[in-house]
């Protein structure tokens, strides 16, 4: 059977990132004919991958002709299976060709899909399965068990520190894989079809879930369903009514600002006095110190509690002391739940990237007060966390203390810092020196 591959509205990053799944299926006994990416352009076909959503009268004319000569249609992706991103809009903005915009639809608003790739992107090894079943013939023949396109609507998730938005979600799948790789599976999906949902198991809100708050599925969300509850208009009417002057910075969220602003940790220092904030510590609040285990934050406490209850003896509940009038910015959602206020640096970006903070010259902390790290084994990221939980649940292996940190590379990358986007790699690591550097100068060290 010939296989072709079409593109209508979206980014085309399912395209390019399964080119290589389309390369290899020969295998299945099919074959490309239709690729632009790969310089293939043959008409005749059998097979029609479609990926993106409807939005222009061009797109449905297209679609048109697309069904009428493939026996067999696959819609790849969220904007092709559910409308996806541009979906969410009123109307898309057409910017290049004289094109006729409509409000964006998934494919099966127009014509008959026979399969659904979901995703965004979608899994390779899910696209593999579904082109198997079309060459070796399939449970699910085409045109069996239609459903007219009508899509249930799912219940948003509440939560203290984060909440699922619904109406927003394109059910990628980013989170439920995120959290997966967490180790707490507190995100899953449910229902069917196009009524597909991402959400907590029963639907649950996040507190009475097995959600340990690390933040790290937020980071993920491409179309911020996902978000935390923002703690920056209490910070902000705090800091205006006189009652906060005072913040506590966290080394690793002081990276993450200076990173996403793109300036010198100096910069970001002077712009959060310009926020109203008269003095400024560079901070890492203390461990406790008289535990086997050592939870960095409230997410590796929920993270003994939740999942291995029979370790909450040996572990250490991590409290926040701090003056009143003082606020802390920090890399970790987790850290919400032990002061208030707390803000996370995500939420300070927010804030900050308003100013014009180019023209402020820099400014160093009034004070840098870093506990000293106990001589602690450390465990970092998911993996390691779940190691050592496991070699004390039975009971062998670790005889010192051990400090865990849940999130993968440890505060720097936490669950409270900026978008990705905002902060690539690059940019934390060129930060971390900075701060580093910062500190040094500032205690002589
Ligand atoms: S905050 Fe962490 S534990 Fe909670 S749902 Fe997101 S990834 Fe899972
Ligand atoms: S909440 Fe965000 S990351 Fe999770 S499935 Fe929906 S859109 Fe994707």
Redesign the pocket.
């Known amino acids: 059977m010939k296989v072709a591959v079409f593109s209508l509205g979206g980014c085309e990053g399912c395209r390019y990132s399964l080119v290589e799944a389309l390369l290899s299926i020969s295998d299945l006994g099919l074959e490309l004919v239709h690729e632009p990416l790969l310089g293939l352009h043959d008409e005749s076909y059998d097979v029609a991958i479609v990926e993106g959503s409807v939005d222009s009268r061009e797109d449905v004319e297209k679609l048109l002709e697309i069904r009428q000569r493939a026996r067999v249609l696959v819609a790849l992706g969220t904007c092709a299976v559910l409308g996806g991103v541009p979906g969410l809009a009123e109307e898309v903005a057409v910017k290049c060709g004289p094109r006729r915009p409509l409000r964006a639809a998934p494919l099966s608003r127009y014509v008959r899909v026979d399969y659904w790739v979901r995703g965004c992107p979608p899994p390779r090894e899910e696209l593999l399965r579904v082109l198997r079943w079309i060459s070796e013939g399939s449970p699910l023949k085409p045109g069996e068990s239609r459903f007219p396109y009508c899509r249930e609507q799912a219940a948003s998730v509440p939560g203290t520190l984060?909440e699922l938005e619904a109406e927003k979600c394109i059910v990628c799948g980013r989170?439920v894989k995120?959290?997966e790789e967490?180790g707490?599976h507190?995100?899953g999906y449910a229902r069917r079809s196009v009524s597909i949902a991402v959400t907590t198991p029963l639907e649950v809100s996040?507190d009475e879930?097995?959600?340990?708050?690390?933040?790290?599925?937020?980071l993920y969300c491409p179309v911020g369903a996902?978000r935390e509850v923002s703690g920056l208009r209490e910070l902000l009417q705090a800091l205006r009514a006189g009652l906060v002057r005072e913040a506590y910075v966290e080394p690793e969220a002081l990276v993450g600002i200076a990173a996403s602003l793109s300036v010198p940790p100096g910069k970001a220092l002077a712009a959060l006095k310009a926020l109203g904030l008269r003095r400024i510590v560079v901070w890492r609040p203390p461990l406790p110190e008289d535990a086997l285990i050592v939870p960095a934050s409230m997410a590796e406490y929920l993270y003994v509690k939740k999942l291995y209850p029979e370790l909450l003896p040996l572990t250490a509940k991590p409290e926040l002391k701090l003056k009143h009038g003082t606020v802390l910015i920090t890399a970790c959602?987790a850290r919400r739940l032990s002061h208030s206020p707390v803000v996370t640096a995500r939420d300070v970006f927010r804030a900050l990237r308003k100013l014009d903070v180019d023209a402020l010259p820099e400014e160093a902390p009034d004070e840098v007060r870093l506990s000293h790290e106990l001589a602690l084994q450390k465990a970092v990221g998911p993996s390691q966390v779940r190691n050592v939980l496991e070699s004390l649940k039975a009971r062998h292996g670790v005889e010192r203390p051990v400090t865990l940190y849940l999130c993968p590379g440890g505060c720097l990358r936490g669950?409270g810092q900026p978008y990705p986007d905002e902060a690539g790699e690059e940019e934390l690591r060129r930060a971390l020196k900075a701060v580093e550097q910062l500190i040094k100068s500032t205690t002589g060290g």
């Open positions: 984060l989170c995120v959290c967490m707490v507190a995100l996040f879930s097995t959600c340990v708050a690390c933040g790290q599925c937020v996902l959602l669950g």
